[in-house]
């Protein structure tokens, strides 16, 4: 890396803009607030700059800066949520057959009305981001609230209606189409249920929305569907992966294709690996629930750096070649006592459309049984583009034969900015 660092010095540096404060950890990255001028002399990554702020030089996070150039207008990020994209993605019928073909999704859903269905009569209940409106439908087929007020920003709310109307649930089910953060909903709720979770649980951000609709409209005393989520890592072996983006330019067609390799890293093991099939037999120690969210008290400004750690004994010796992370979702029975309905997406778990979340490290490490992987996760939310963010991972190893052989490690993973 120094190397690079030094070509890329002669470039003259350029100049960018903090678009939010940023606080460095460890003796090498810079800390620097909203607005900060820094003069970026080299990028020796897609994540992480050599930049200069204030004439100490270290390492910035790229996701933090905008290039400083006096024509440049703020309209260039006019739709920070992206919403012209998100919304259209799901006004067509892609993305809600994946996620109603996803049976333990669904049927979780299900069963959490069917099991609350006698303390739902006569509720009222908001569904956020119904889609095509399958969970109100199981509200007014399978219980018998007042109301379900079925709230959804695309396109798809026209066809909702159809639906609801087809399948006799007109008298209690009243589609809204809008985002719910700015619509007008006739009367506070009962029960705010929403199908929200993202890859690695928050991505798309849509749990800011939910938040927010939280907070205008469920009652005190309101339950919120589901109740708790929690972001859960594991250390693993990825050696299928490994091979098939890095193991591939040792020989292929019996060529030496290596100095790719330092490419290969970069392009395929910086950002993470969406919908990987993670099996049980991957993983090198016991799972941990890193990040935990109670959906009742959590608070939109939780959201910007969500931080958990993790203490990993390994249990089996090999190659550790990256983390991968899943979400479980819980929902609390409306009855005093009742049973806890709760969606595992985890590889031990029936698989998901989620399936799990690959972090690849830039280099593999070799591991024995017993030693300890300790560190911390923080998810960065994106303070321009809303509903990315950036998963950190710090981490070191204390090997259980030499505390000498103990590496120390950080990787950061954008999703996707
Ligand atoms: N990761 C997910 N579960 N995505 C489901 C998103 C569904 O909720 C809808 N949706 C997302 N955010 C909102 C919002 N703020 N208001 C209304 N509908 C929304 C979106 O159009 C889609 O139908």
């Not at 300790?374 to 998810?379: A, D, E, I, Q, W």
Request: charged fraction near 25%.
């Amino acid at each position: 890396m120094e190397a690079e660092k030094e070509d890329e010095e002669d470039a003259s540096p350029e100049e960018f803009v903090a678009l939010s404060d940023f606080s460095g950890s460890g003796s090498e990255q810079l800390s620097f607030s909203s607005g900060d001028k820094l003069l970026v002399h080299a990028k020796p990554s897609a994540a992480w700059w050599w930049a200069e702020v204030r004439g100490v030089i270290g390492y910035v996070p790229a996701s933090y800066l905008r290039q400083d150039t006096a024509e440049e207008e703020d309209t260039s990020i006019e739709d920070p949520w992206q919403d012209e994209e998100y919304f259209g993605s799901y006004g067509t019928l892609k993305l809600h057959l994946e996620m109603l073909s996803d049976r333990s999704r669904t049927e979780t859903y299900r069963q959490v009305v069917l099991r609350n269905s006698a303390s739902l009569k006569n509720k009222a209940v908001m569904d956020l981001g119904c889609g095509t409106g399958i969970i109100s439908l199981f509200c007014a087929q399978l219980a018998q609230p007042s109301v379900v007020y079925a709230v959804e920003a695309s396109s798809m709310a026209e066809y909702t209606k159809q639906l609801v109307k087809q399948n006799g649930c007109e008298e209690v089910v009243t589609v809204l189409q809008g985002r719910a953060e700015e619509l007008e909903l006739p009367e506070q709720v009962d029960v705010l249920v929403s199908e929200w979770m993202g890859n690695c649980l928050l991505f798309e951000f849509m749990v800011e929305s939910v938040l927010l609709a939280r907070d205008r409209w469920l009652r005190d005393g309101g339950v919120m569907w589901p109740s708790a989520a929690a972001l859960t890592l594991v250390p693993c072996r990825a050696d299928r992966y490994y091979a098939e983006k890095m193991s591939f330019w040792e020989r292929p067609y019996g060529l030496d294709f290596t100095p790719l390799q330092p490419l290969a890293q970069q392009e395929f093991f910086t950002k993470p690996k969406f919908s990987h099939h993670l099996e049980p037999e991957d993983c090198l120690a016991v799972s941990c629930d890193v990040i935990c969210l109670d959906m009742h008290t959590l608070q939109v400004s939780d959201l910007e750096e969500m931080k958990g750690e993790f203490h990993f004994c390994m249990e089996k010796s090999g190659i550790f070649h990256g983390f991968t992370a899943w979400f479980t979702v819980q929902f609390e029975s409306l009855e005093m006592g009742g049973a806890t309905v709760k969606l595992n997406t985890g590889p031990d778990s029936e698989p998901t459309h989620w399936k799990q979340t690959l972090f690849m490290l830039d280099r593999p490490v070799s591991v024995n049984v017993g030693d300890i992987l300790s560190g911390t996760v923080t998810l960065h939310r994106n303070p321009v583009w809303r509903r990315h963010m950036t998963v950190a991972l710090h981490w070191n190893i204390n090997n259980s034969k030499s505390d000498a052989d103990s590496c120390q490690k950080e990787t950061w993973h954008p999703i996707w900015r």
